[in-house]
């Protein structure tokens, strides 16, 4: 559904108004188009770490990347799209006026839709009780900065292990670093050790098989068109009587489909027999997005929707998942994605069974993450409002109140959430695990 507000407010009349009765104004944010640039301008790489002169050589490539002058402004009459500040050299309290001093000149220079990413290291790792704290500082900073951003602009926190390779940083920078991040605000991302290996950037996931559970619209269906986009052959699943649907969207892909109800005991197996019969392989992405609500008060709960929304959106894929891992049916290095919720994070009247299972997905990537084994890695997405037909039907006060609820002050699209996930799903994201990503544009609710 258009946002019709944020249409309005952003028109000549409804620009001025907007500004003279001091109305929110949500910026268009800019979203990954094939052939553009990632970002629309040049970037600043900058910091006392020790990562700083690499990674700028790691980007060079791809950004145009320019220096700053004495007083730390851009060297540039113009406006700059992006900002990455090493602050892994971090070991004191005092040496978080680094920040001030390279964020302060820079702020009223930056593009619409800019970017900045703070690279930090894991506060864990550190060797000093100040260090852990100059790092750990990184978090607030990040968070409390993004929520002074204007006209869609984003701040992401990136903690890496003194260990991680350079190599590893790349997947995540370009995520970051572009508009495929559009909806993503003031996360922190932490990265492993694990090396990541080179990709075909324009088709990353080429050769691999993906299944996508509840692909026959919403959030599935976009999720099965990104992730083929990417170049993956994307098996749609969906419950039987969405066959008409489920078709359109695995035709669309250039996909199959799989009439499959994920609740059912034998759900996996039917799955890898699929895979196993029609790929001879076993497979390379699982995105466990099939998910349902049955909202009500306690007051007014019954069992029977107690008990559907924790069989599809929790034991489903904590069931499917460990069948998978048993029959050996998920290839090394594979990927494992749940889809949580901002209702698991941060609650939600009337939802506390929803929330309940949306929640128990964190803890699904808190465990298969330690478990899988064999490079697998395991992570999730957390959307908050993201305009589907479900957000609709919400009556129109109460949707405008959630659209305006986070820092960029509009709901969120499908591809912001199917975006993330194609970042999780790359060969080159090894050294993402045990993440869960809000896609929510810091909605003002939960962490």
Same mark, same amino acid.
């Given at each position: 559904? &258009? ?40 970037? *600043? ?34 406006? *700059? ?5 090493? #602050? ?19 702020? %009223? ?20 009780? &100040? ?19 204007? %006209? ?15 190599? +590893? ?20 991302? %932490? ?32 999720? #099965? ?38 609740? #059912?005991?034998?759900? &996996? ?46 034991? #489903? ?39 309940? +299972? ?56 499908? *591809? ?5 996930? &194609? ?13 869960? *990503? ?10």
């Amino acid at each position: 559904m &258009a946002d019709s507000y944020a249409q309005f407010v952003n028109s000549g009349a409804g620009s001025l108004l907007a500004s003279k009765l001091g109305l929110p104004k949500p910026e268009k944010l800019r979203r990954f188009e094939p052939g553009q640039p990632p970002l629309n301008g040049p970037i *600043i790489v900058t910091g006392s770490g020790s990562l700083a002169s690499s990674i700028r050589e790691l980007l060079e490539p791809t950004y145009t990347i320019i220096d700053t002058r004495d007083d730390g402004s851009p060297a540039t009459d113009g406006k *700059i799209a992006g900002l990455v500040i090493d #602050a892994t050299g971090f070991t004191t309290p005092a040496d978080s006026l680094e920040l001030y001093e390279t964020v302060n000149p820079v702020i %009223r220079k930056l593009a619409p839709c800019a970017r900045i990413v703070v690279i930090g290291h894991t506060p864990e790792s550190t060797t000093t009780a &100040a260090a852990r704290v100059a790092q750990r500082g990184l978090e607030g900073f990040t968070r409390s900065l993004a929520k002074e951003m204007r %006209r869609g602009a984003t701040v992401q926190l990136v903690y890496t292990d003194p260990n991680t390779p350079l190599s +590893s940083l790349e997947s995540t920078l370009c995520f970051l670093l572009s508009g495929k991040s559009a909806y993503v605000d003031a996360q922190v991302i %932490r990265l492993n050790e694990a090396p990541s290996p080179s990709v075909d950037w324009d088709k990353p996931l080429k050769g691999k098989i993906s299944v996508v559970t509840g692909a026959a619209r919403g959030i599935g269906k976009t999720i #099965a068109q990104t992730l083929a986009r990417d170049g993956a052959h994307v098996i749609c699943v969906d419950i039987p009587a969405a066959g008409e649907a489920l078709a359109e969207t695995a035709n669309e892909v250039n996909g199959t489909s799989l009439g499959l109800d994920v609740t #059912a005991p034998d759900a &996996a197996d039917t799955l890898a027999r699929h895979v196993k019969e029609r790929h001879k392989t076993g497979i390379d992405i699982i995105v466990h997005n099939a998910g349902i609500t049955r909202d009500k008060t306690m007051a007014g709960m019954d069992d029977a929707r107690w008990k559907s929304v924790m069989a599809v959106n929790i034991t #489903a894929p904590l069931t499917i998942t460990e069948r998978l891992l048993e029959l050996g049916a998920i290839n090394d290095n594979g990927r494992v994605i749940g889809v949580s919720s901002m209702a698991g994070i941060a609650g939600n009247r009337g939802q506390t069974n929803y929330a309940y +299972s949306k929640a128990g997905v964190i803890g699904f990537v808190d465990s298969f993450s330690e478990s899988a084994g064999h490079g697998i890695t395991v992570n999730a997405v957390a959307p908050g409002f993201i305009e589907t037909q479900m957000t609709a039907a919400i009556p129109v006060v109460t949707r405008e109140v959630g659209r305006r609820l986070n820092s960029l002050q509009q709901g969120g699209l499908t *591809i912001d959430v199917a975006e993330t996930i &194609a970042y999780f799903a790359s060969p080159a994201s090894e050294a993402i695990n045990g993440n869960v *990503i809000r896609v929510c544009g810091q909605s003002v609710l939960g962490a």
